[in-house]
Nanobody, 128 residues
């Protein structure tokens, strides 16, 4: 499966951005899509995840109520709507696909071992 992330850019604090992740290849083989981010000098951090089948969503504590993940099954695309952006949201954002391994819970979907395909990052810079 191939993942193509887009939509990053420079935005002022308080503004909004919408990231997209186009999925191609063996799309039927994957069960969950996630967004992670990594700021310079920091570890990769979970942002949000969504299951293809039932649209169950999961969010990182730092983005809850500000970010929304959604998917368009017909277009094999996952979106991340980011509102009320803060300077601490500045990072490279990566989309990832995870294989089906049963209907798991938050612990599984919010960690990188739950994903086996990664796209290139798209940079989000929030100026204060």
């Amino acid at each position: 499966v191939q993942l193509q992330a887009s939509g990053g850019g420079l935005v002022q604090a308080g503004g909004s951005l919408r990231l997209s992740c186009a999925v191609s290849g063996r799309t039927f083989s994957h069960h969950v899509m996630g967004w992670f981010r990594q700021a310079p000098g920091k570890e990769r951090e979970f942002v949000a995840a969504i299951r293809w089948s039932d649209a169950n969503t999961y969010y990182g504590d730092s983005v809850e109520a500000r970010f929304t993940i959604s998917r368009d099954n017909a277009k094999n695309t996952v979106f991340l709507q980011m509102n009320s952006l803060k300077s601490e949201d500045t990072a490279a954002y990566y989309c990832a696909a995870g294989p089906f391994s049963g209907y798991r819970g938050r612990y599984h979907y919010t960690r990188t071992p739950g994903y086996d395909s990664w796209g290139q990052g798209t940079l989000v810079t929030v100026s204060s």
